[in-house]
């Protein structure tokens, strides 16, 4: 059985930096994507990875995703976080090999973990 699951999320400041990890088990995975959703918005596509990083333009320059195959686990630093950036975070997994930016390209997800930026 496949399993996505968060960690990392939290409580900040404004310009604070938090990391989140997605660690995945039942089976490895290509490409693997961050997303989030604040309340009353659409999910939101925040970065993708397969052999490298791919970003949304509103990401670039704030957060680097990154990956750990041993521990079949990817990683999403974000720096220097705003209020705007409170959302719950989602940690994506599809079986294909594209680095989609769409979420219904994605047919595994994790619970999501919070993150809340104060300012």
């Known amino acids: 059985q496949v399993q996505l699951v968060e960690s990392g999320g939290g409580l900040v400041q404004a310009g604070d930096s938090l990391e989140l990890s997605c660690t995945a088990s039942?089976?490895?995975?290509?490409?693997m994507g961050w997303f989030r959703q604040a309340p009353g918005k659409e999910r939101e596509f925040l970065a993708v990875?397969?052999?490298?990083?791919s970003y949304a333009d509103s990401m670039k320059g704030r957060c680097t995703i990154s990956r750990d195959n041993a521990k079949n686990t990817v990683y999403l630093q974000m720096n220097s976080l705003k209020p705007d950036d409170t959302a719950v975070y989602y940690c994506?997994?599809?079986?294909?090999?594209?680095?989609?930016?769409?979420?219904?390209?994605?047919?595994?997800w994790g619970q999501g973990t919070q993150v809340t930026v104060s300012s």
């Open positions: 990875i397969t052999k490298s990083g």
């Open positions: 994506a997994a599809t079986p294909s090999n594209s680095p989609y930016l769409s979420p219904s390209r994605y047919q595994y």
């Open positions: 039942g089976r490895t995975f290509y490409t």
